[in-house]
């Protein structure tokens, strides 16, 4: 096990979210392979504390994850500490920070490129999808039933993509993994995606898993 402590533990603003999870999972990953040494700080977003002047001036947007790296300045300024937010972006800075032997990233630039591209396809395609579908859900009070059945249908078919992946292109069989060669590598790109397809109960999907 490498020990990889930074003289400040990271701090992560988080909340025990689908969202939150891709990054609480790589963190965890990570203090097992190297001891990162990180902070969970869980907040309720339901308060509004993320839209307060302090939370704002770490995220601009007003939303967690958020993670504090108090061992550098932000950039043209000294007067706070280094913030990432944005999920995808925390996972692949505290893996290009932490992850020296590449045990969840990749050094061969195709099998990286695989990984990225199922990052991305993740970040923009399974995982919104399934947020609207579970927030369609939610206010039954004011669902539109037309609406319902399209946005499942739109998580259908990035689980229907994902399968056909996972189906083909190793000669071992099905892939266990969403990138590298044969039946790939355990990467930030299964993080990421992971937490969503543990919540398809909440969109009515429990039986395709």
Known sequence: MANTRTPKPLRLITMNTPKGQEVQIVVEELR????VNVVHMVVDVRTGMQKQPGFLRLNPNGKIPVL????????????????????????????????????FYFSDPCELSEMEQWVAWGLSTLNPATDECIKSLRHSDQRDDSA??????????????????????????????????????FSIADMIIWPWINVSHMCGLREMI
């Open 68 to 103: 504090i790296d108090n061992n550098h300045d932000a950039i043209n300024t000294i007067d706070r500490p280094f913030c990432v937010m944005e999920s995808g972006a925390i996972c692949r800075y505290l893996c290009s920070r932490f992850d020296t032997k590449r045990v």
């Open 148 to 185: 319902v059945k399209y946005l499942r249908d739109e998580v259908i078919l990035a689980y229907t993509d994902l399968e056909n992946h996972l189906q083909s292109a190793s000669p071992l069989g099905t892939r266990l993994y969403l990138a590298g060669n044969g039946q790939g590598k």
């Open 32 to 35: 097992l392979c190297y001891e």
